[in-house]
């Protein structure tokens, strides 16, 4: 069969990359770029935002974190962007106030995406809780 014609094209607008060709951050992305690549890596729909959180959301019963650029505020530990018990306070604080707020439903697990974790296995199994290493586990959930 000959082509007769017709068809179309879309013109689709592309965010920065944030991933360089070694699988590494660029530069210094913002945190609502970064929380929406994650949630539509994780979730396959659109990242709505709003208040700026350590939650991004929860999405079919689980639950999203990001510990990234400056999120957790003047309620850093000294490790930064790590999951540790007392970021783990704050996750979970921000589940609370996400619940009283919005009414998401309630989530059976946590997704945590981080630059460390310093909770032992048997903790994370404990309360259900999935740490994923930013950038590493970014590029490997494409």
Known sequence: ???QGGGGFRYYELGEAIL???GSLTGDIPFDVMAAHVWFSETKTP??????STVLGVHEGTAYALL???ILKDRSVNGGNVLTRKTLEVIQADLAVARVDARPPEYEKIVVYGEA???MASTLE?????FRQTPYDLVTRR
Do not use: F, P, S
């Open 20 to 22: 360089n060709e070694d």
């Open 47 to 52: 990242y709505i935002g709003g208040k700026k």
């Open 126 to 130: 404990a309360l259900k809780i999935e």
């Open 68 to 70: 990234y650029n400056g």
């Open 117 to 119: 974790c310093r909770l």
């Open 1 to 3: 069969m000959k082509w």
